[in-house]
Nanobody, 128 residues
Framework: QVKVEEYGGGSIQAGGSLKLSCVVSGYDFSGYCMGWFRQAPGKEREGVAS??????????DPVKGRFTISKNNDQMYQNTLYLEMNNLAPEDSAVYTC???????????????????WGQGTQVTVSP
């Protein structure tokens, strides 16, 4: 049984940093497209970042240079995805969700539209 669990959300002041984690267990997803999308109240879902099986990363323009996506495939049948977020701004406030799929190309937009596995989401709130 596949489980997807996110950790690390919270409240922080603008300019601060947070690191999100997503633990995916029950299958070896090391070759899959993995990433994060976010959704703020009243706004459309927005792709944030993705990383493919080879470790190639793609970022949405609003987060380039501030967010870093990475993953750890060290454990059998468990993959951990990270999103390190720096210089956070109020407009980054949203529910962040981890998603996994074999979608091609592996990019945040495609992964936001197509994802076979996803987590429950974790809230990030950035105050001015």
């Amino acid at each position: 049984q596949v489980k997807v669990e996110e950790y690390g959300g919270g409240s922080i002041q603008a300019g601060g940093s947070l690191k999100l984690s997503c633990v995916v267990s029950g299958y070896d997803f090391s070759g899959y497209c993995m990433g994060w999308f976010r959704q703020a109240p009243g706004k459309e879902r927005e792709g944030v970042a993705s990383i493919d099986g080879a470790g190639i990363t793609t970022y949405a323009d609003p987060v380039k240079g501030r967010f870093t996506i990475s993953k750890n495939n060290d454990q059998m049948y468990q993959n951990t995805l990270y999103l390190e977020m720096n210089n956070l701004a109020p407009e980054d406030s949203a529910v962040y969700t981890c998603a996994i799929d074999q979608v091609l190309p592996c990019d945040p937009v495609a992964l936001t539209l197509v994802h076979n596995y996803w987590g429950q989401g974790t809230q990030v709130t950035v105050s001015p």
